[in-house]
């Protein structure tokens, strides 16, 4: 397309309204004024058309001319994704501190892929192979943990004529060429241009039967995630959303992980950036930044460019799932995405719904989320690929009646309510069991069973029927006082604490405790619910709930969160062989004294 | 881009609230700095808010009072608005604009840096691990502040949140390493009064030499509120990035700022979002929020602390509810504690200092920091519950555990948060409270510190269990 070159005719903050290029496109790239700030078509009118722009707009003047590009927003997708950090629009955050210095100024060009590294490239495919879109054509070892696959791109279906041999690589330059049906050849490098506000395209959608794994125990008792699946986690300030992402990015059993800091804090970012490099993937032992990618928009980055980086961080995460990879993405905040879309949406003068959103508030959520599941990718075979979405919500003041919570629990499944008060008193995660929910437990039912533990559904019914008495009890103690229950609910009351305090408490600090692999999680709910069974039954013979509490096991419950990943299984042989004989020597003491009403079978 | 224009504007078509509207303009930029001549032969500065179409919408920092349409003169000078720096700002005392109101001589310039500044690159930030020692228990013991982190006063009418700040810029250090220290002070709105405390609390204590004010009083027009905090944040970035030192920025009162925003806001006829205060409150207050930091391979530092009164103590007020999601924590003086009589009356529930996890423990402040804070908190919030039960049921009906907890929480509010507002205690000294305070319980009540930790702890004769 030849350049059209048109004028700047106002500016308000990130809205600039031009004129001049007729045949300007929706969702067009501009570059505007001297200074050729990155801009996008977001309205087309008769003779005018309104761009946000990508960067700061001070200084602009109407006047300045606005030259058309014709692309669409897009990502440059291949090998040296991953381990990299870019801005909302994918310009690499180190290059643009070695063009700019330690600020980051406007106007700034840089390339999203670096063109001149070569990589290893292994091909799979030969002369002669029929092929069509998504067909692996070869591999690169691009990291320790992850091995990129090359695929053919959209639009490219024919007979392989040329192939180059296993050697090193740019990603521009040509390593396959396709003759298709009317005789044309077509070039195939390993970059891909891919626009972000469009998903790319897939066979079709799969059922989710697998859990997302995170090591977090409230989460993956009560209210797992599935493979593909999306889920929101609201709260107020202070209440541990953004560390909670953070875990997940960490210990989440996805091959890939995308992170969105979307108009959030800088120190968080850096905290990332500092901290992953060190952390070891639990099951390769490689650092965790081999298979992260991290998008930092930071609150005080351009508006506009906020509003692009959610878009830009799913389309990389598609790229990742057509190669049939289990990729995470986690959005931090949703909330300040969707300001950024009412801060545009002011500007353009659109009538507002309610709290000043605009009225496709929720269909854009809609879309932003649907691009997460489980699907079968394109090209030859059954590959399976998967998008899990976790998305934080930061609700004005906590309330979520607000219109971004409401409008993003109408499409996810999973929903961590996060709790100020049990944030202010240092429960974390402060993630309220009672309120929270997944709608993923019965398909998720089939693979806990096989491998968790048989009985892991009941155990996990007990545990939630022990908390909601808990509640219920908690009510009647405020307004009478403890002395009034009997003993039996007493040591409900007990029970319950001991599976708030030794279970659901989990420190994202502790070296150890930070991560909980699945059968440690099984061990500890089974040792806290037998517990529980036990005291009830002694109780009901008529034990004295405070004699259960000076048994010595309480304190080894107390601390076996932090046994170790690889040996946990030993401290809890120890644990339930220790209770059961504290159990029975409790109840011979007891009947030895003739204190109990009935004689025990044991 | 300094086209230092020649041509002056007649050509005032509205004037609105703190707006001006000029017609026929030609070539004006967005954000460029406009002198305004009144009738009176006043010289008043504004900056443009939107332009296009021959016309210019400019924000006047002195309002609009005494401008007309016919004879109010206006020029466009080319040029954002700049601060001039050098390290000779210390020791000044300035308007909210930055124009000297102290008797020196004009503020001499080594640059003159624009006031919006740019924001920094995450990938140049250091992630701040020095503590600062305030000799504040409520704050170094359960809520450390550190170097680079922006950690606001949530406060409410009447409350000592003043005395609370100046206590914290006389005593704030780190421990064995005193060194290049400013303050810079932004007042936005507060009464003489208050300005005249800080102040003199300042002289007293000779910071004032390595301190610099800008003062933007309640007299004072409103509007240059706007250009205050970014003027202050100015000279900082120059003290902390040129100049290698470490610099605490006080900004005090956030309201009025965010209600200056809004009077432009609405006179703009903007779609407001809640409370009238406009939808990118989040942004702007994000632009000033995260000029702090540490920039690796920079030795200086700009650490934050934003005063804001919240209207009727209402932490969801959009003021501090957005202030709480941009900065690393928030303390928070409460009223309850204060009406106990209990100095400095900070409320260890809902104050939060997200960075001390990083800041605190061996090497830093004492090994057994992170735990005992964990214990701590956990024993006041179980005090503090049972505090409601006692109220219904009488504290008769309780168990001995409880009454334990119940006179803990008593306990730690006197001997704890409570403290001189001169009385300058160590990290030593407060940690060591903390396990005085502890010695209540039997260890294995301790759950949230570790055994060894424990023994620790009784061998140094500060945790004596009876």
């Known amino acids: 397309m030849t350049e059209v070159t048109g004028r700047i005719e106002s500016i308000a903050g990130p809205v600039v309204k031009c004129s001049g290029i007729p045949a300007v496109r929706m969702y067009e790239v501009v570059r505007v004024g001297n200074q050729q700030l990155i801009g996008e078509v977001i309205e087309v009118g008769d003779e005018e058309f309104t761009a946000q722009v990508y960067e700061e707009t001070s200084g602009l003047a109407p006047g300045e001319p606005v030259r058309s590009t014709g692309d669409s927003l897009s990502v440059e997708l291949g090998p040296g994704l991953l381990g990299s950090i870019y801005d909302g629009i994918q310009r690499p955050l180190p290059e643009l501190r070695k063009l700019s210095g330690d600020f980051i100024s406007r106007g700034l060009s840089v390339e999203g892929i670096n063109k001149e590294k070569k990589w290893e490239f292994n091909p799979s495919a030969k002369v002669g192979d029929k092929v069509q879109p998504g067909d692996i054509i070869g591999e690169v070892p691009e990291t320790g943990i992850i091995t990129s696959r090359i695929l053919i791109p959209l639009q490219v279906e024919g007979e392989i004529v040329e192939m180059v041999k296993k050697g090193e690589y740019t990603v521009i330059e040509t390593i396959c060429k396709v003759k298709d049906q009317h005789g044309d050849i077509h070039d195939v490098m390993m970059l891909q241009r891919t626009p972000v506000r469009v998903g790319r395209s897939f066979k079709e959608r799969v059922g989710m039967d697998t859990p997302l794994v995170t090591g977090q125990r409230v989460i993956d008792t009560f209210m797992p995630q599935a493979k593909g699946g999306t889920g929101a986690i609201p709260g107020g300030f202070g209440t541990g959303k953004t560390v909670t992402l953070h875990q997940f990015a960490k210990w989440a059993d996805a091959q890939v992980v995308v992170y969105v800091g979307c108009g959030e804090r800088g120190n968080e970012m850096t905290e990332a950036l500092e901290e992953w490099p060190h952390l070891k993937d639990p099951k390769t032992g490689r650092p965790l930044m081999e298979r992260t990618v991290l998008i930092a928009n930071t609150s005080n980055m351009p508006v506009a460019a906020r509003e692009a980086s959610i878009y830009t961080g799913v389309t990389m995460a598609e790229y990742f799932r057509d190669q049939g990879y289990d990729v995470a993405l986690m959005a931090d905040s949703t909330s300040r995405w969707a300001e950024a879309l009412r801060e545009i949406s002011g500007r353009l003068g659109q009538l507002p719904s309610e709290e000043g959103y605009p009225a496709y508030l929720g269909s854009r959520l809609a879309q932003f989320y649907e691009r997460g599941g489980r699907v079968k990718a394109l090209g030859s075979g059954d590959r399976l690929g998967s998008i899990t979405i976790c998305g934080a919500v930061s609700p004005p003041g906590g309330d979520f009646s607000e219109p971004v919570t409401q409008a993003t629990l109408r499409i996810v499944k999973v929903f961590w309510a996060l709790d100020k008060d049990l944030a202010a008193r240092r429960f974390f995660p402060a993630i309220n069991t009672l309120t929270s929910y997944s709608l993923y437990f019965t398909t998720l039912e089939k693979w806990q069973r096989a491998n968790m533990g048989e009985d892991w559904p009941e155990l996990v019914k007990e545990s939630l029927a022990l908390l909601q008495k808990d509640q219920e009890l908690r009510e009647i103690v405020q307004l009478v006082g403890p002395d009034a229950l009997p003993e039996s609910e007493r040591a409900v009351l007990e029970a319950a604490r001991m599976l708030k305090e030794d279970f659901l408490t989990q420190s994202a600090l502790h070296e150890i405790d930070t991560y909980c692999p699945m059968g440690k999680t099984y061990r500890m709910l089974k040792i806290i619910i037998n517990f529980a069974k036990k005291m009830a039954e002694v109780v009901q013979m008529g034990v004295q709930v405070r004699r259960i509490l000076e048994l010595s096991i309480l304190d080894n419950i107390a601390r076996m969160k932090l046994a170790p990943w690889d040996s946990y299984d030993e401290t809890m042989d120890t644990i339930e062989n220790k209770m059961d004989g504290e159990f029975q020597s409790l109840l011979q003491e007891m009947s030895e004294s003739g204190l109990l009403f009935k004689e025990t079978a044991q | ?466």
């Open chain 2, 1 to 466: 881009m300094s086209k230092e224009s020649s041509i002056v504007y007649r050509s005032v078509s509205d004037v609105s609230g703190p707006l001006l509207v000029v017609e026929n303009t030609h070539d004006v930029s967005y954000n460029e700095v406009v002198k305004i001549r009144s009738p009176a032969g006043e010289l008043l500065t504004g900056t443009v808010l939107e332009t296009g179409r021959g016309r210019a919408v400019i924000q006047v920092f002195e309002g609009t009072s005494g401008l007309d349409a016919e004879v109010t003169s206006v020029r466009f000078t080319g040029e954002t608005l700049k601060l001039p720096v050098s390290s000779e700002i210390l020791g000044r005392v300035l308007d909210g604009a930055g124009n000297p109101l102290d008797k020196g001589p004009p503020l001499t310039a080594e640059d003159h840096w624009d006031i919006y500044g740019s924001p920094i690159n995450p990938y140049a930030r250091q992630y701040p691990r020095q503590p600062i020692q305030t000799g504040v228990s409520a704050i170094d013991g359960l809520n450390t502040l550190v170097r680079g982190q922006k950690l606001p006063i949530f406060s409410g009418a009447g409350l000592p949140h003043n005395r609370l700040a100046a206590q914290i810029v006389r005593q704030a250090k780190i421990p064995g390493e005193e060194g290049d220290f400013a303050i810079v002070f932004a007042a936005m709105g507060i009464t003489a009064t208050e300005a005249q405390y800080f102040m003199q609390s300042f002289e007293e204590t000779g910071a004032l030499e390595h301190t610099t004010l800008f003062l933007n009083l309640a007299d004072d027009p409103a509007i240059e509120r706007i250009i205050t905090p970014r003027a202050a944040l100015t000279a900082a970035e120059y003290l902390a990035y040129t100049a290698d030192m470490h610099v605490l920025v006080i900004l005090t009162d956030m309201t009025n700022y965010a209600e200056a925003l809004r009077e432009i806001s609405a006179a703009r006829s903007e779609i407001p979002g809640r409370r009238g205060y406009p939808g990118y409150l989040y942004t702007d207050l994000s632009l000033i929020y995260e000029r702090a930091g540490r920039i690796d391979g920079r030795n200086g530092t700009i650490t934050q602390m934003p005063i804001l009164s919240m209207p009727q103590d209402d932490m969801t007020h959009p003021i501090p509810d957005l202030t709480g999601y941009i900065t690393e924590g928030q303390i928070i003086v409460g009223r309850g504690l204060h009406r106990r009589g209990i100095f400095p009356p900070i409320d260890p529930g809902p104050s939060l200092s997200r960075l001390m996890k990083e800041g605190i423990g061996e090497g830093m402040t004492r090994f057994d920091h992170k735990e005992i804070q964990a214990q701590l908190y956990y024993a006041y919030s179980e005090g503090r519950d049972l505090r409601d039960l006692v109220a219904v049921v009488g504290s008769e009906a309780l168990t001995d555990r409880d009454q334990k907890y119940l006179k803990f929480a008593d306990r730690f509010e006197a001997d704890f948060i409570n403290q001189g507002e001169f009385e300058d205690r160590s990290f030593e000294q407060t940690l060591d409270i903390g396990w005085n305070l502890l010695s209540d319980f039997p260890e294995r009540e301790l759950k949230r510190c570790d055994p060894e930790t424990i023994s620790w702890a009784r061998d140094k004769g500060v945790y004596k269990p009876s």
